[in-house]
Each structure stands twice: as structure tokens, then as C-alpha cells.
């Protein structure tokens, strides 16, 4: 597609259930990055994924978040056992190496 | 540690006006800086970059400047139009090179009134 896309673009969920958030990145972009957008808290990073290389998982705020990138191109990022402040917006950005980073609509989260 | 700041949160002005956002850094030695666009329900856009070795870019009626040394960038917005209304945010880099996260501040939140 033109853009970054992300999936779903809303998710309610009960606290305690896992929950998985999709990304398909422009083609061709080799980088990747997940961010957590919440009213208290703003604008969070949370993992980057660049070619082949390991991932920085330095914003990941608890062992219950994990991403995975396969094949270099689709992340999906993986909160178990939810919390209710895990609600917030997950965005999802990628980009050529060294290039501004294009963003998707983000997922909305939602923990009841 | 980078920290960003952006001033004010929140903004409200006619049709018609010039305005100026503000955005302050802690840490002096960034590769470049980024002025973000962002409307209610949607991701972000980018704006403008302006690398550290320039002053200032343009782009239609917006020009963004940057002073590393005091660790302050606007952006300048001329004649406002309704349509401008959205948060702007500012980011830079959060190692030493231009890949990998951004830091971004809590943005400022405009409204153009017809």
C-alpha cells in the first residue's frame, strides 16, 4: 500500500487478556518502530526494528510487551495480560535508514 | 537524558493571524529536529526536518528554525486558516545519529477560528 498500515484500527479487550496489534510498513522501508501514545504520558517509544539487526527494545515498559518483525517487513506487538493502563493509542512508524519516519493511524486500545 | 518541552499546551487564535510554537531541548547534540503534524484519530505527518547543521526551513507558510546551542525550535505558522487546526509536535533523535527513536514533547494542541 502507499502508507503504513495498522490493524485493527480499535480493540476492546477485558483486563487480563492478550491482544495482538499489527503493522505492514511501506514496502521497502527497512526500519520500524512502535510508539504508545497516552493522555497522561504523551508520545512513548517502545521498540525499533532496523534490517537484520537487534531490535531496541529499551521503551518495552514491561516484560508483558514483546514485538516481532518476520521477514523483515509485518510487526505485530504482543501485550499479555492486560492492564487497564495499557489503554491508550499504539502507533506504528517505519522508514528507509537515515529518513523521516512515515506513521500509521494507530490502534486504539481500549482495557475495560 | 533528552527531554522536550513544547509551550503552550494549547492555543486558540483567529482566522487570519501569524502564529509561533515553541519547542525546547535538554541535550544540545542532536542530528536534526522534526516538526510533526497531527489530527484527531489519526497518525502523525511529518512537517519539516531541519538537519543541525541548518537555521531554518520553509515549507508554503510554514518555517521552522533551530538554535542547537540554546536548544530551542519554532515553527511559524502565517495568515492561520481553520484547516490548520490539529497538534503539532516537535521530535528529535534520541541517540547520536539520525536512526531510531524519537523523542517527542506533549505537543501543542491549535485552534484557528473562522
Known amino acids: 500500500g502507499a502508507g503504513v498500515s495498522q490493524s485493527p484500527s480499535n480493540k476492546v479487550t477485558e483486563k487480563g487478556k492478550d491482544v495482538e496489534l499489527r503493522c505492514d510498513p511501506i514496502?521497502?522501508?527497512?526500519?520500524l518502530y512502535w510508539y504508545r501514545q497516552s493522555l497522561g504520558q504523551g508520545l512513548e517509544f517502545l521498540i525499533y526494528?532496523?534490517?537484520?539487526?537487534?531490535?531496541?527494545k529499551s521503551g518495552l515498559p514491561s516484560d508483558r510487551f514483546s514485538a516481532e518483525r518476520t521477514g523483515g517487513s509485518v510487526s505485530t506487538l504482543t501485550i499479555q495480560r492486560t492492564q487497564q493502563e495499557d489503554s491508550a493509542v499504539y502507533l506504528c512508524?517505519?522508514?528507509?535508514?537515515?529518513?523521516?519516519?512515515?506513521f500509521g493511524d494507530g490502534t486504539r486500545l481500549s482495557i475495560l | 537524558k533528552q527531554e522536550v518541552t513544547q509551550i503552550p499546551a494549547a492555543l486558540s487564535v483567529p482566522e487570519g493571524e501569524n502564529l509561533v510554537l515553541n519547542c525546547s531541548f535538554t541535550?544540545?547534540?542532536?542530528?536534526?529536529l522534526q516538526w510533526f503534524r497531527q489530527d484527531p484519530g489519526k497518525g502523525l505527518t511529518s512537517l519539516l526536518l531541519?538537519?543541525?547543521?541548518?537555521r531554518e526551513q520553509t515549507s508554503g507558510r510554514l518555517n521552522a528554525s533551530l538554535d542547537k546551542s540554546s536548544g530551542r525550535s519554532t515553527l511559524y505558522i502565517a495568515a492561520s486558516q481553520p484547516g490548520d487546526s490539529a497538534t503539532y509536535l516537535c521530535?528529535?533523535?534520541?541517540?547520536?545519529?539520525?536512526?531510531?527513536?524519537?523523542?517527542f514533547g506533549q505537543g501543542t494542541t491549535l485552534q484557528v477560528k473562522p
Open positions: 512508524a517505519s522508514s528507509l535508514m537515515g529518513s523521516p519516519q512515515h
Open positions: 514496502s521497502g522501508h527497512t526500519a
Open positions: 526494528f532496523q534490517g537484520n539487526s537487534a531490535p531496541d
Open positions: 541535550d544540545s547534540a542532536i542530528y536534526n
Open positions: 531541519i538537519q543541525s547543521s541548518q
Open positions: 521530535a528529535v533523535p534520541g541517540g547520536s545519529s539520525n536512526t531510531g527513536k524519537l523523542i
